[in-house]
């Protein structure tokens, strides 16, 4: 089992940024993947993008593509969403998972961290 903990959401101006972090704890080892999904209310879950654990390449979605940086540090088992040029379509409640080498799906998520954008 992996383990999940964000933080670092809030309410923020459209143009302002922000940095998430999701410290994750457990079996860790087996960590292949780590990404963040975003929701909006009344919308789809949504990917936002991935980093390799070993390694660091990243992969974004093209609605974040240029403004969302995703990082990590090994040491610290933390990954961090940096987001900026924010807008207020980003404004969704942000989620960091996990999933190992095997399969599409990301079975560890976190709890979620509220972002707001005002306008």
């Known amino acids: 089992q992996v383990q999940l903990v964000e933080s670092g959401g809030g309410l923020v101006q459209a143009g302002g940024s922000l940095r998430l972090s999701c410290a994750a704890s457990?079996?860790?080892?087996?960590?292949?993947?780590m990404g963040w999904f975003r929701q909006a209310p009344g919308k789809e879950q949504e990917f936002v993008g991935r980093?390799?654990?070993?390694?660091?390449?990243?992969s974004y979605a093209d609605s974040v593509k240029g403004r969302f940086t995703i990082s990590k540090d090994n040491a610290k088992k933390t990954v961090y969403l940096q987001m900026s040029s924010l807008k207020p379509e980003d404004t969704a409640v942000y989620y960091c998972?996990?999933?190992?080498?095997?399969?599409?799906?990301?079975?560890?998520w976190g709890q979620g961290t509220q972002v707001t954008v005002s306008s």
């Open positions: 998972t996990a999933k190992g080498i095997l399969g599409t799906e990301y079975p560890y």
């Open positions: 457990g079996s860790t080892s087996s960590t292949y993947y």
């Open positions: 980093i390799k654990w070993s390694g660091g390449s990243t």
